[in-house]
Each structure stands twice: as C-alpha cells, then as structure tokens.
C-alpha cells in the first residue's frame, strides 16, 4: 500500500501544482477585476452601480458547480472556444470577483465620510482621494478577509476536477481508480488542502490583530 | 454566435429541475437540522470546557473548513465503506457529509454568539436564582440566537447552495438534473439559465424567510 502511493507521489506532485497554478491566477484576476468594479460599485454613476450589484448578487447567488458548468459547455454552445483550463479559470475567476467586490465595498464603507470630506475640502481630486487617503486605511480592512476568502478559490479548485482538468483532486481520483486505496489517498490530499489553507486563515488572523487598533 | 434560444425542450424536461429542487431543499433542511446539533452542543461545550476538550473541537472546526467539500463527500462516499464495514446510499452518504461539514461551520457562528453574550446578563441569572441550565436555556440561548440569526442565515443559505456538490455522487438534486438535460438535449445555455433562476429565487425567498424571523426576535427585545 505504502510504496503503491509513493510510487505516486510525483503524479500527485503535479496535481497539486496545478491546483496552486489555477488558485494563483484566479486571485489574480479576481483582485484586478473585483477592485476596479468594487470601486465601480461604491463611486460609479447609478446604472454602473446597478450592473454591479447584478453581477454581484446573482454569482454569489448560485452555487459555484452550477457556474462552472455554465462557463464550460454554454460558451462552446455560444460560439466562444476555451481550452477546459481556461474555461474553468474564467469561471472560479467570476466567483471570486463578486466576493472581492464584497470585499472592497466593505473596506470602503468603513472609512468614515469625514475622511473623504476633508480630503474634498482640502482640493484633491478623485483620484488623490483614493489613492492618498481612502485605499491606505481601507486596505487594512480589506487585507485580512482578503487572505481569508484566497482558501475559497483554492477549495472552489477542487470543482475542475469535474472538467477533466488534473489537479490535485482529479490527480487523487486517478490514483485510486489505479490502486483501490481509496482512504489513505483521500485523507493524504485532505492533509494538503488543509495544510495550504490553514497557513492561510492563520494569516489572516494574525494580520486581522495586527490591525486592531484601528478604531472607527 | 447566433444561438437561438428555445425553452421547448426545458419545459418538456423541468420535473427533473422541479423535483431536483425539493430533493436539494431537502438536502438542505436534514443536513441543516444534524448540523444546528452538533453546532449548538460543541459550542456550548466549548465555551465552558478545559484546553483538551477546546483542542479537540478546534481541530475538527479547523479540519473540515479548511478541506473542499468536494473531496469530503468523496471520502465519505468512497472512502469510508472500504475500511468500516457500512453500506449507505449516496443521499445518505451526502447527508451524513454535509452535516459534518455544516456543523463545524455552526460552531463557529454560535461559537462567537455566545462569546458575546453580555456577562451582565449571566450575572444577573444567577442573581435571581436560576440554575446553570436554566441560564443557558433561558438566559445564554436566547440571547445568543438573536445576536447571531444574520450571519446564521448566511451559513444556511451558503450551506444550500452547498448541496449542488452531492451532483458529484450522482444524488438527483438540482445541478444534477441541470447536467440531465445538458446531456440529454443540448440545450445547455436554457438550462443553466432556468437552473441559475430557480437557484436564485430559492434564495432569495429562503432569505426572506429568514429576515422575517430576525425581525420577529428583534421585536421580542
């Protein structure tokens, strides 16, 4: 039993990197995409914030399965071709940016209005406004759920599986359908996913305290 | 492009969605029951017990909230009837997971309810004479309940979403019959948009649901 799973320890190696490959570009994208329509949805002009709010409730709204099956066959059906990695990147990519968004608008919203009027008051701009007085306190309120919800899109992952795509839980999947050691397998990638994401909540507590003097 | 719509086919085929819908609400409901248990009494044990007994039940919260559900259901369906000697069926099987999984996610919610709990309000249970398990009961839960029913209707309502997962073990659920029907006829967009919907209604009247009920416990004060 032992040597039939170190045997598969490399295969299993190139699962989990895939799995971290995936994550890594889903937070990418999700915190490009979410902070710019966040800041869309807490400054943007009515219509924008209400093609915001859409986005925003109806991907929370569903269960992540649900979108990556849509993204997957309904774009072929549209006419629009994705490799199967792509399509699930862009697909676990739409469900973190509404929760970033979530992120952002709470982060934002808990800069009291006073900050914003005397940056107003003293002549900056927009833009000076967000940069020098808005993001720098919003962004200790917005780094530890941050980190937090990064375990989502590395738990969300383990969805590809169902696309074909070998990551760490298709990667286990297929070792079993080899060597029947179902248990040990399991509890092995259980381990893994636990370890990746404990560091990350741990994290995220730890900086949450670092942050705790901030009062409003 | 140029992807003509047509529900013909959804409509010939919705009692798999429609029934697929009261078989996850189900889901739902039993795994919610187990879970609201198995939160209530660990948390309530938690806040009132030594460091091995807070350990252990960290361990377990931390474990299962840290794991893809996916993987979970898999273990449990999969895994566990290779080394007990068990045979349960894949609704079973999902139940028994999402309860679990539910559970540790309820500890924490009622966890931090009862951390906040006013000590003033223990104080004075004691003071007039009530007995441990008359405080808990009339005092600590109470108390408890409406400081957490938002975020509690949160993990509910994400713990429903949840039960698209069980599609995995082949349990005829919602996501499951949405998958029939991409299969089946092709109409793959109309069926992840009528599916998307029914998702979405659902929610939003468990929702409401819930919003009720904290009104009602706010009024209460």
New interface residues.
């Given amino acids: 039993m032992l040597s039939q799973i170190l045997y598969a320890l490399p295969f299993l190696a190139q699962g989990f990197a895939l799995t971290l490959w995936v994550s890594l570009l889903v937070v990418v994208f999700s915190l490009v995409a979410g902070v710019a329509m966040g800041v869309g949805l807490v400054y943007g002009p009515a219509p924008l914030r209400w093609a915001v709010r859409i986005f925003s409730d109806t991907i929370r709204g569903i269960p992540i399965l649900v979108l990556i099956f849509f993204v997957y066959y309904g774009l072929p059906a549209v006419g629009v071709h994705l490799e199967s990695f792509w399509a699930a990147v862009l697909a676990l990519t739409l469900f973190k940016t509404a929760q970033v968004i979530e992120y952002l608008r709470g982060a934002v919203g808990s800069i009291p209005k006073g900050q914003s009027e005397a940056a107003m008051a003293i002549g900056l701009t927009f833009r000076q406004r967000l940069t020098y007085v808005i993001f720098p306190q919003a962004f200790r309120r917005f780094l530890p759920p941050w980190i937090n919800g990064v375990t989502d899109a590395v738990k969300g992952s383990a969805l590809v599986s169902l696309l074909g795509i070998t990551d760490l839980m298709q990667a286990i999947n297929q070792v079993i359908g080899r060597t029947y050691e179902a248990m040990p397998l399991y509890i092995l990638g259980a381990l893994i996913y636990f370890a990746v994401n404990y560091a990350l909540s741990y994290a995220s507590r730890r900086l949450e305290r670092r942050f705790a003097f901030i009062r409003d | ?3 003509a719509l047509n529900f013909n086919l959804i409509w010939r085929h919705f009692d798999k969605l429609w029934g697929g819908l009261l078989l996850s609400l189900e889901l739902a409901v039993i795994s919610i029951a187990i879970g609201v248990v198995i939160g209530l009494v660990l948390a309530v044990w938690y806040v009132s017990a030594g460091r091995v007994v807070r350990a252990i039940i960290a361990a377990y919260v ?2 299962i ?8 259901v ?2 449990v369906f ?3 009837p ?2 007990v000697d068990l045979a349960y069926s894949a609704p079973t099987s999902f139940v028994l997971t999402l309860s679990v999984y539910s559970g540790a996610y309820l500890v924490e919610v009622f966890r931090s309810g009862l951390e906040a709990v006013p000590r003033g309000q223990l104080d004075a249970g004691k003071a007039i004479g009530l007995t441990p398990w008359q405080r808990l009961t009339h005092v600590r839960l109470p108390t408890m309940l409406r400081i957490t029913l938002p975020a509690l209707s949160n993990t509910f309502l994400s713990l429903f ?5 069980a ?2 073990i082949s349990v005829p659920e919602l ?1 499951y019959g ?2 029939w029907i ?1 299969f089946n006829t ?1 109409r ?2 109309e069926v ?1 948009l009528v ?2 919907a029914m ?2 209604l659902t ?2 009247v468990l929702l409401f649901a819930l919003r009720l009920v904290e009104r009602r416990f706010r009024a209460a004060r």
């Fill in positions: 492009m140029g992807y931390e474990f909230r840290n794991v893809p559900l996916i993987l979970l898999y273990l999969y895994g566990v290779t080394v979403k949840d039960t698209s997962v599609s995995v996501t949405a998958q991409n092709f793959i967009v992840y599916t998307t998702y979405l929610g939003y």
